[in-house]
C-alpha cells in the first residue's frame, strides 16, 4: 500500500512539473547560419537567364539571401556580399583541366555592377534580395561568362559552409525574343558541290548579339570546338514584313495571338569564313495556345535560309568548302500568369 501512495505521489507531482517545461519545438534548433541561394547545375555553377537590354539599359537580378534555422528569424542582419576572386579558378582546372578554352569566364567588371556590397535582413524575414545590375551590349557569349560572388567573413553572422552555400558561381545567360536552342535537323550540310549526300547536327544553340540579333555556329561545328569562335554566324531579325492575327476557327473572335513573317540578315566577322548568302533568308513567327494548358502560349519559330562558307582552321593544308541549305526550328513557351519576362519563359 506504501508503494502505491508512493507511484500515485509521483504521478500527481508530474503532472504540475510537466506543463512547466518548454517545448523543445518552442526553441531555435538550429545555428542560425547565412547563405546565398543559387540552386547549381551538374557543372556546379547557377545559369540564369536575363533578358537583353541595349546600351546602357540595365538588368536587374536579385539574388536570394537566406537565413537559416527553424524558426523565424528574430534579429537584423546586414550581409557583406562581394567578387569571388578565387573558386572559379579551382572549378575551371577540376572540370575541364587542360582544354581552357573550355573554363568559365569571369565576367568583367564594366558589365555588372553592385549598387551596394551590403544586403539588409529585417527581424522577422527569413530572406531578402541583393540587387545585381547586369549590361550587355558587347558581351562575347562565345564563352562562358560566370559571376562569383560569396559572402564575406564578419563577426555579426555565421556562414553557412556546408557545399559551399555561402557562395554563388552565376552563369549568365541573356537572351532576346529569338535566342534559344534550335533543332537544326532539317538544316542540310553538304561538301563542295555534291546535292545528294549531306550531314546534320541536331541542335544549333542560337545566342544573342543585340535586341534583334543572335549568333550560331556555321554547319555542323561543334559547340564545344577550340576553334567555334571562328565560325561564328550573325542573324538578325528584320521588322516583319506581315503580321496577321489569328482568329478562333469556331467563333471567328481574335485570339491575341499572330503569325509574323519577315526576312534574315546573315553575316559572319571572319574574312576567312568566305561566307556567302544564297536567296533570301526568311523567317516565320506562329503562335498558339497549349491545349492542357490554356495559359501558356506556344512561339514556334522557323528559320529558312541557304549560305556557302569554308574551313580553313581543321586542317593545315586544305580548305574545307560546305553550302547549308535549310531550316532550324524552335519552340519558346511563355505562361501569361507570370508578368515578370525573365521568369515568364521555361527553359
Known sequence: MKHLNFYLTVMFAALFILPCCNDEWEDELYVRMVSLKAPINRDDVSVIYLSYRPGDQVTTYKLPVIVSGSQTNDRDYNVRIDVDNDTLNYLNYDRYAARRDLYYRQ????????????????SGSDVALFDINFKFSG?????????????????????????????????????????????????????GDNTTKYMTANTREAKVVDENTIFFYAGITEELSETRGDFKVKCEFLTPDEVTEIEDSKTGEHTGLYVKRGKLVLSAENPALEFEVVGEPAY?????????????????????????????????????????????????NISTLIPDEDQAIFW
Open 284 to 332: 516565320e513567327i506562329r503562335e498558339e495556345f497549349d491545349i492542357d494548358r490554356p495559359h501558356v502560349i506556344k512561339r514556334f519559330f522557323t528559320l529558312t535560309m541557304e549560305y556557302k562558307y569554308k574551313d580553313s582552321v581543321s586542317s593545315e593544308n586544305m580548305v574545307f568548302p560546305y553550302r547549308c541549305r535549310g531550316t532550324m526550328l524552335m519552340q519558346r
Open 139 to 191: 558581351l562575347d557569349l562565345v564563352e562562358k561568362w560566370v559571376l562569383p560572388l560569396t559572402i564575406l567573413p564578419d563577426p555579426s553572422y555565421e556562414l553557412n559552409i556546408y557545399k559551399g552555400r555561402q557562395k554563388a558561381l552565376l552563369w549568365i545567360m541573356p537572351f532576346n525574343n529569338y535566342s534559344g536552342n534550335y533543332n537544326a535537323g532539317s538544316m542540310y550540310v553538304y561538301f
Open 107 to 122: 565576367l568583367p567588371a564594366e558589365f555588372y555592377e553592385l549598387p551596394s556590397q551590403t544586403c539588409h535582413i529585417p
